[in-house]
Structures are given as structure tokens and as C-alpha cells.
């Protein structure tokens, strides 16, 4: 599904299997302290908690307080196992197969931290997420502008923050399902760091 969406819009300067990218495990954070700091803020703003699902995650999942059950849905299985937070993990390739592997209504919430410029297939993943939420669930897409630019769609690379933010929101309309989304920079004026930008919606009712 591109709906919208120029041709090529989707493509990779690297069209190998991410398996084989995600072969290794990195333990580092992909965006800096105060970055960080604004993505557990926005979830608690939010209020995500509950049953939750964090796609695309990895060791780290930025909550400022763990949600009670969390699933962490990511590409290497030594990351997932070493996220703390987690209740359970699964190792997933959303490029390759976009359907996810649970039941409709099963979370609460859902969230997806500096890893949404990855998706070939966003629509499709949306419109999952929509089927996996309960209604009234949000689902928060953050990111920066740090990514790897072999594995990041080239819509996004050649995109400015901004237009970041209308791309996201954009996935959300085209996927059904969900209320208006949110666009915000979430660190504040004047931070010299990483950015961080957010769009979330709600599951509609």
C-alpha cells in the first residue's frame, strides 16, 4: 500500500534482508539524554501504560515507569531479551511480513521510539496496530533525526523534520482506523541536541 505516496518513496539504498543488518546486537541508545528524557515524558503524559506494545524496540524501551505488561516487538533477540522492562518479546520483521503476531485488542497502548523511518510498509503496520489496539488506545510514533541511512526509506531521508512529521501523520490517515493524529517537537526551544518529534493518535472507538 503507498496511498498517496510517490514511487520510490518506500525504497532503500540497502535492499538486503534486515535479518541479516539486525544480525548483531547493539547495545547503545540511538538518541541523547535529553531526547530520551522527552519520550518517557510524552508516554507519561499520555498515559501509557497497561498492556502495551513497544514496536521496533530493542533493550531499552524509555518509559519513565515500566507499564505493568510489556511487549517489545524488535529485530535482534539478545536486545529483546535484555530489556528489563519486558514481560515478553518477539522477534519480528515488520518489512517482511507487516502482520503482527497478536490478537485484536490486545494492548492498551502502543508506542514506536526512532525506528518508524524504517518501515517499506507503514500503512500496512498502522492498520495493524489499529487491529491489535483496544479502542481508545494510543499509539505514539517518536523520532530524531539520527537514524541509518542505508536502512531509512528514502522519502525520509530527503525530508526536513517537519515534513517528518506530516510523513508520520500521513501514515496514520491512509492506515483508517484512528482519530486526527498530534504533531509536537517534544524537546524544548533552543536544545542543541538531538531532536525529538512525536505524532500519536487514538484508536477510534
Known sequence: M???FPGGFFS?????????????PRFVTHIDDEAISAVGALYAE???GGRVLDLMGSWVSHFREA??????LGMNADELAANEAARRWVVHDLNDDPRLPFAEAAFDGAVCCVSVDYLTRPVEVFAEVARVLRPGGAFVCSFSNRLFPSKAIRGWLYSSQEQRRQI?????RASGGWSEPEAQRRTPPGHWG????AVWAYRRL
Open 2 to 4: 503507498t496511498d498517496g
Open 12 to 24: 532503500r539504498s540497502d535492499p538486503s534482508p534486515d535479518s541479516d543488518f539486525y544480525r548483531g
Open 46 to 48: 499520555l498515559g501509557i
Open 67 to 72: 507499564p505493568a505488561d510489556l511487549t517489545v
Open 168 to 172: 508520520v501523520a500521513a501514515y496514520f
Open 194 to 197: 538531538d531532536p525529538l518529534d
